[in-house]
């Protein structure tokens, strides 16, 4: 036999290919030749793990946190700050209507109560007035003969019960004091009237409610809008979330805090995810609850992808089953298969049946393996 430790590419090549059809026809091969071929190989003992089934589900990519922004008020749209994927920070304005109505409005309110502040202090003046001179103004046009008359006169007129000074002196003073309630209450409608304007002003407006992206715009420059129209979809996607409906049957094996296995539509990443929420009322047509997924950081998502989630089957039973690294299984078109020592100290290859992927980079055989068997396990290529 050559020798093939030496760098002998295209010798090597075809010995691997022999050594394969052989292994495929169920003809031993020496476990030290195998090692020779192989190179920097070890052989691994099956062991056994507790596993319980799992249940395949559907599920999408979301935002930790999304928002629709709607309009508040009818109006033509004066501003939209960014298009879809544009980022803002929380408070930075992204869609304005048109203000010039309101503008002019507020002009007006603010005028009415300007002249209602000088119609409060006017009234304010002649009460103070009729508090301390009353009849002033009679007084101050006849050079103060009616108060100088109504001095003698106004005894006998008390005594005759044709007057009573008195009540009139306490109506004028009311009179005077109504005067001054209403400039007050005028001053307060138009305040009112004002805060209505600015809050209607700031409804113009829609401000980002905290850091994130644009991931839909509904309205464009110019477009005249209603209340309730959408304006633009926000989201934080610093966070993302896998959104899963699952069976109400199912509901029993999840936990918050729980983590599970899950599979993206991209390269087929495989991740951990980790019971972020439980909704706690199920759709009352599907049967199924909604919980949400927290995904690690870094991993090639985006909201609106596709992506399964693992979630134990509550209604299967927890069985012992064959375990083994990944790297010693070696495909062989659609069917797996691993190299295992034979009773002889051969090396054989023998197809088995998968079952789920396992934490530590191992995966669970449902069928094709026993607990104790010995198996090849590959080298990795420097």
Partial sequence: MCNLNKDIGPMKVLFMVWFSVVSLLS???????????VGKSEVVVVKSARVGAKVALSGTVIPHRQVTLTAQMPGQVELVAGEEGDRFNEGEKLVALD??????KKSEAEAALLSAYSQEYNARAQWQRELASPNAEGNSMMGGLPSMMSMMTDPVTNMTGKRDTSVERRANITRQRTMVDQARSNISQGQSKIRQIDSKLSDAKSYAPFDGVIIKKMVEQGDTIQPGTPLVMFADTSRLQLAVEVPARHMPA???????????????TRIKARVAKIYPMANARSHTVTVKFDIPPGVPAAPGMYAVVYVPDA?????DLPVIPSSSIIQRGSLPGVYVVNDQGQMELRLIRLGERLNGDTVSVLSGLKVGEKVSVRAQEN
């Fill in 27 to 37: 003809v031993g091969v020496n476990a030290a030749d195998i090692d020779d071929i």
């Fill in 99 to 104: 203000e010039d109505v309101l503008l002019a």
């Fill in 254 to 268: 999840l936990s918050e805090g729980m983590i599970v296995r899950a599979k993206l539509d991209v390269n087929e």
């Fill in 315 to 319: 209604t299967a039973k927890i069985a």
